[in-house]
């Protein structure tokens, strides 16, 4: 992975330690480590003894890096006492998954085995995410023992409900890795956007022929989600007008779906509003069929004309309203991006745009993208398209006049 250390916020260079109880969920630990060392944390893993049952150290070892611990008294020379040595320097201890017994041990202050000696010796915010059946889940005694947790200051990550290891079905599910990454990563996100509003377009636009057929743009959507994504982490009011796309909303983002592109423009004014910021990320199709038939249509084996008109360019629309937000457009190019993104960029008047080529965005989870102001030009390091949209988000709001 390349240095993203000037990425102020993201997980970045920050040690994170993940204590893995006793419980299934375990194995979602591996899932969780490695995304977490996606986004560029430095993770620790300390296994208990029960969790060691569910899954192997190695396991760990490989997917963080480094050295596994598992035991109050596996010290060495460099390491005498891993309680304090793997708690030193660590920007949060994440427990999870966090059984019933380790959350009673916590709340009891116990420090009889490595990873609540290391909770109870540290000096960061300690994250814990429960996971376990949902009568041990809902039983008073551990509803108090997460409310002692909860006030001494212990952030709580979940539970969710469903399905059950066990057959059954409520809360006491771990939550997914995704959303336990996702919860750190707001939580050392400057909120750089607060009490800002920001709306952002994102997937492609699909232009109606027929009942089954339409017009549309390759996009998967996922640079848009990752730039909403960063918006809300950054404590913006975020409003996503998105095309079909098939990605879940992200956590704190309101989500409106669309087709067509007129739907979206609509869309995009009806919550413009109050609006400091405009990110157009979508792919909308530039033109559609002139009339869309109510019915499937028919082949007749003769060749056919499709008659288009052009849709409306919501960008720039929005862009020349006296009222504009600070409005910030992409281009993908698939040659001569300098070029065509500046272009772009001044004919549609806008402050900043991102730009880069299809070859290395499209589809993917990786971008390398060029981000274009009145200042010049400022390419990005190829990086996953959260951290992306992270540095576009710092990015907008270095150039943003105070609210
Ligand atoms: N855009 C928009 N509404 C449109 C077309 C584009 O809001 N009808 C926005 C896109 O979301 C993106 C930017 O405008 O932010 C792209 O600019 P544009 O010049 O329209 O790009 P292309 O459609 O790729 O242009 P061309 O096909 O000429 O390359």
Same mark, same amino acid.
Request: glycine share 10%; aromatic share 4%; net charge neutral.
């Given at each position: 992975?390349?240095?993203?250390?000037?990425?102020?916020?993201?997980?970045?260079?920050?040690?994170?330690?993940?204590?893995?109880?006793?419980?299934?969920?375990?194995?979602?630990?591996?899932?969780?480590?490695? @995304?977490? =060392?996606?986004?560029?944390?430095?993770?620790?893993? %300390? !296994?208990? /003894? &029960?969790? *060691?049952? +569910?899954?192997?150290?190695?396991?760990?070892?490989?997917?963080?890096?480094?050295?596994?611990?598992?035991?109050?008294?596996?010290?060495?020379?460099?390491?005498?006492?891993?309680?304090?040595?793997?708690?030193?320097?660590?920007?949060?201890?994440?427990?999870?998954?966090?059984?019933?017994?380790?959350?009673?041990?916590?709340?009891?202050?116990?420090?009889?085995?490595?990873?609540?000696?290391?909770?109870?010796?540290?000096?960061?915010?300690?994250?814990?995410?429960?996971?376990?059946?949902?009568?041990?889940?809902?039983?008073?005694?551990?509803?108090?023992?997460?409310?002692?947790?909860?006030?001494?200051?212990?952030?709580?990550?979940?539970?969710?409900?469903?399905?059950?290891?066990?057959? @059954?079905? =409520?809360?006491?599910?771990?939550?997914?890795?995704? %959303? !336990?990454? /996702? &919860?750190? *990563?707001? +939580?050392?996100?400057?909120?750089?956007?607060?009490?800002?509003?920001?709306?952002?377009?994102?997937?492609?636009?699909?232009?109606?022929?027929?009942?089954?057929?339409?017009?549309?743009?390759?996009?998967?959507?996922?640079?848009?989600?990752?730039?909403?994504?960063?918006?809300?982490?950054?404590?913006?009011?975020?409003?996503?007008?998105?095309?079909?796309?098939?990605?879940?909303?992200?956590?704190?983002?309101?989500?409106?779906?669309?087709?067509?592109?007129?739907?979206?423009?609509?869309?995009?004014?009806?919550?413009?509003?109050?609006?400091?910021?405009?990110?157009?990320?979508?792919?909308?199709?530039?033109?559609?069929?002139?009339?869309?038939?109510?019915?499937?249509?028919?082949?007749?084996?003769?060749?056919?004309?499709?008659?288009?008109?052009?849709?409306?360019?919501?960008? &720039?629309?929005?862009?020349?309203?006296?009222?504009?937000?600070?409005?910030?457009?992409?281009?993908?190019?698939?040659?001569?991006?300098?070029?065509?993104?500046?272009?772009?960029?001044?004919?549609?008047?806008?402050?900043?745009?991102?730009?880069?080529?299809?070859?290395?965005?499209?589809?993917?989870?990786?971008?390398?993208?060029?981000?274009?102001?009145?200042?010049?030009?400022?390419?990005?390091?190829?990086?996953?398209?959260?951290?992306?949209?992270?540095?576009?988000?710092?990015?907008?709001?270095?150039?943003?006049?105070?609210?």
């Amino acid at each position: 992975m390349e240095n993203y250390t000037h990425i102020i916020g993201c997980l970045r260079g920050r040690k994170i330690v993940l204590g893995v109880s006793g419980g299934i969920a375990a194995y979602k630990a591996a899932a969780l480590a490695r @995304e977490l =060392g996606r986004v560029g944390a430095d993770v620790h893993v %300390a !296994l208990t /003894e &029960a969790g *060691l049952r +569910f899954v192997s150290a190695l396991t760990f070892q490989a997917l963080s890096g480094h050295r596994v611990w598992t035991s109050l008294w596996d010290g060495d020379a460099e390491n005498g006492m891993p309680h304090i040595a793997l708690g030193r320097g660590a920007d949060a201890i994440l427990v999870a998954p966090a059984s019933a017994d380790i959350i009673a041990r916590l709340a009891h202050g116990r420090a009889d085995d490595l990873l609540t000696a290391l909770c109870l010796a540290r000096d960061c915010p300690l994250f814990v995410a429960p996971a376990m059946n949902r009568q041990m889940w809902e039983n008073p005694a551990t509803q108090r023992n997460v409310a002692t947790l909860r006030a001494d200051g212990i952030i709580i990550l979940g539970p969710d409900e469903g399905g059950q290891a066990c057959g @059954e079905t =409520g809360p006491g599910r771990m939550l997914e890795p995704g %959303a !336990l990454c /996702e &919860a750190l *990563l707001a +939580f050392f996100t400057p909120r750089l956007l607060a009490g800002r509003k920001v709306v952002v377009t994102a997937g492609p636009t699909f232009e109606a022929i027929d009942p089954v057929r339409g017009i549309t743009n390759s996009s998967s959507g996922k640079m848009g989600y990752a730039i909403a994504a960063a918006c809300a982490r950054g404590g913006a009011e975020t409003v996503l007008v998105s095309g079909p796309v098939a990605l879940p909303a992200p956590a704190g983002v309101r989500r409106i779906d669309v087709a067509s592109a007129l739907r979206m423009r609509d869309e995009v004014l009806a919550v413009l509003p109050g609006a400091d910021v405009f990110i157009a990320v979508a792919a909308v199709a530039d033109y559609r069929p002139a009339q869309t038939a109510g019915h499937k249509l028919k082949k007749s084996g003769l060749p056919m004309r499709l008659e288009l008109v052009p849709n409306p360019d919501i960008l &720039a629309e929005v862009a020349a309203r006296p009222d504009a937000p600070f409005c910030v457009g992409f281009a993908a190019e698939s040659q001569e991006l300098d070029a065509y993104a500046e272009s772009k960029r001044r004919a549609k008047r806008l402050p900043m745009l991102v730009g880069n080529l299809l070859a290395d965005g499209v589809g993917g989870d990786d971008n390398t993208v060029v981000i274009y102001d009145d200042a010049g030009r400022h390419p990005l390091p190829r990086a996953p398209k959260a951290l992306v949209a992270r540095q576009i988000v710092e990015h907008l709001a270095r150039l943003l006049p105070a609210g």
